[in-house]
């Protein structure tokens, strides 16, 4: 039989585990378990140690009492399968399977791997049988069948469901299980809850599952451990049980003294405000479009508009959406509460008109970055089809490298289909996983390639790691992402290392107006998404051109 191996991102291979290995580690954790219940510890086994599960298992294990002694023992648990295995042997070692800028993560995993010994990771589901506390951090995508109908699509419950009935399996009935998934409201009462009652009935259980449900508001960046641990937490228990234990746990291992928790009646009520959360934030970024899109075609500068409103208390969170949303949530999460309405609730009536609005519009915004960059090479008489263009940026926000549903990945996507030569640039990346894996990432059959036409070509594309090089005979340069690299980029720099003009084109208030000044001065084009402005500028540039009073 040949060996499988699971593949790091840095190119380790870890041959997938056999069933001799699934023995061995079974001794080794039960070993490890006697030992730490000698010292008191509680066992925590937290389920998916993906982006989320990483740093939430690394928050529990740092986790101590109040003399200062730790007080958990954690157990990632990760199914070993070919795309996701290599995380455990990593972890294992100490090393954080999750890159982050936050300077805490590392460190942390590190510490409780090797010096605290309060973390490990396992492939193994039995490694259940031996939790006080399950944490539940497996994902629950939303599928979209068409680019920009978010109506047109499912949640994907299996993964989730699949590991509830596994821990039913193996869990005792005194086992809290701890929902952190971002799920359609009504599955832990109605999903879940089932799922594991009727797995107890069969092993003779006449206890409920105590079942507690409390989303993660966990953002990538510089501050990514904090927002696990040092921020706000809504949770709520199906029963007063485990209602009870969720606080009680969560007041032990998250910093709910300076940040107290919300607790809700219902578990459906603490799942519908990650929903609402997220569909607030994806309709207030939405509704900018139409204006970004009145304001290119009328003069004005929205992102000098959105400041001038912004001063305003009540206003404060009014911000640019940039070339559309991007990251794991916004992108899906009302999706899921659509989908509940229906599926799970089994209502027939369309109630929903502004949430999926708002997803529609995020998801396609990008693609008029296209449209500006086909315009901006027009005026300068380059056909589109025959162009070099650099996109900078390839993440969803700015200083971090996740590249999840990110408008870059749209802009690229697009501007290939219209024929141009594409080349990307983040300081942040060494891959871009969406088009060097695109058969398979994010999973077969799931790539936004399908949406478009002429991707094949994508498979190549390669992260520049220089920017002086790749901006070298660029047509186009495309300030896609806020990285703090691209803020200072000076006019007559990015001339001298491009060799000629090019079309400079703003997805999200990059540049002054001196600067855009000064590209038109220097020959070059520039157009931005909610930057009407440009075209006075350019007129006025223009007008000292004939009275000879620019240096070029
Ligand atoms: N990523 C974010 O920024 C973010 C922020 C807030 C909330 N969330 C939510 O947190 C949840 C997890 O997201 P994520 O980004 O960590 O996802 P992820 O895909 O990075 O991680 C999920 C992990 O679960 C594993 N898994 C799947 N099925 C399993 C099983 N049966 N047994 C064991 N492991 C299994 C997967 O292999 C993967 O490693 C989602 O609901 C997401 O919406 C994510």
């Not at 509830?164 to 799920?183: F, G, R, S």
């Not at 790539?447 to 002086?468: T, V």
Request: aromatic share 8%; glycine share 6%; charged share 25%.
């Amino acid at each position: 039989m040949s060996i499988e191996y699971s593949v790091s991102p840095e190119g380790k291979r870890f041959p997938i585990p056999v069933p001799e290995d699934h023995k061995k580690e079974l001794s080794r954790l039960k070993k490890e378990i006697a030992k730490q219940k000698q010292l008191n510890r509680e066992i925590v086994v937290v389920m998916g140690v993906g982006f989320v599960g990483v740093a939430m298992a690394a928050v529990i294990a740092d986790t101590v009492d109040k003399k200062g002694k730790p007080s958990k023992f954690v157990i990632g648990m990760q199914r070993p399968s070919i795309r996701s295995y290599w995380k455990i042997p990593i972890l294992n070692k100490g090393i954080s399977p999750v890159i982050s800028e936050d300077q805490e993560l590392a460190p942390m995993i590190k510490r409780c791997v090797l010096d605290k010994k309060t973390l490990t990771a396992t492939f193994i589901y039995e490694v259940l049988s031996f939790a006080d506390v399950v944490v539940v951090d497996i994902q629950c995508d939303y599928i979209k069948e068409s680019l920009g109908d978010v109506h047109n699509g499912h949640a994907e419950m299996s993964p989730l469901e699949e590991s509830l009935a596994i821990m039913a399996e193996h869990i005792t009935p005194d086992t809290l299980v701890l929902i952190e998934t971002t799920v359609a409201p009504g599955t832990t009462e109605q999903i879940a809850y089932p799922i594991m009652k009727k797995v107890f009935q069969r092993r003779g259980i006449k206890k409920d599952p105590l079942l507690a449900h409390s989303f993660e508001r966990v953002m990538p960046g510089k501050n990514y451990v904090a927002s696990i641990r040092d921020f706000w937490r809504v949770c709520s228990g199906i029963n007063r049980h485990a209602r009870d234990r969720v606080v009680t746990f969560l007041s032990e291992v998250i910093n709910t003294r300076d940040y107290p928790l919300t607790v809700l009646d219902k578990p459906i009520e603490s799942e519908t405000a990650k929903i609402v959360e997220n569909s607030y934030r994806a309709t207030i970024l939405a509704f900018l479009d139409e204006w970004s899109l009145f304001a290119e075609n009328n003069g004005v500068d929205l992102i000098k508009v959105i400041n001038a409103i912004k001063v305003r208390p009540t206003h404060s969170n009014i911000i640019f959406p940039g070339p559309g949303i991007g990251g794991y949530c916004l992108p899906k999460d009302g999706g899921l509460g659509i989908w509940a309405y229906k599926h799970i609730h089994g209502f027939e009536d369309n109630i929903f008109r502004i949430t999926p609005l708002a997803i529609n519009v995020n998801d396609t915004r990008a693609l008029h970055v296209a449209q500006l960059t086909r315009d901006a090479l027009r005026n300068m008489s380059r056909p589109i089809a025959a162009a070099d263009i650099l996109v900078l940026g390839a993440s969803y926000r700015e200083d971090v490298g996740d590249t999840r549903y990110s408008g870059s990945e749209l802009i690229v996507r697009k501007l290939t289909e219209m024929g141009a030569e594409l080349k990307v640039h983040d300081p942040y990346l060494t891959h871009w996983w969406e088009f060097e894996k695109q058969g398979t990432y994010p999973k077969k059959g799931y790539s936004l390639s399908r949406f478009f036409h002429n991707q094949e070509k994508l498979s190549n594309l390669k992260m520049q790691k220089n920017l002086k090089e790749a901006l070298k005979g660029a047509d186009a340069i495309i300030f896609a992402v806020r990285h703090k690299q691209y803020l200072g980029l000076d006019p007559d720099e990015v001339k001298k290392m491009v060799g000629n003009t090019a079309a400079i084109i703003d997805c999200f208030g990059i540049l002054d107006d001196k600067k855009i000044r000064r590209y038109f001065e220097l020959g070059c084009e520039v157009k931005g998404l909610g930057r009407g402005h440009v075209r006075r500028i350019k007129d006025e540039v223009r007008m000292q051109g004939m009275r000879g009073k620019v240096k070029k």
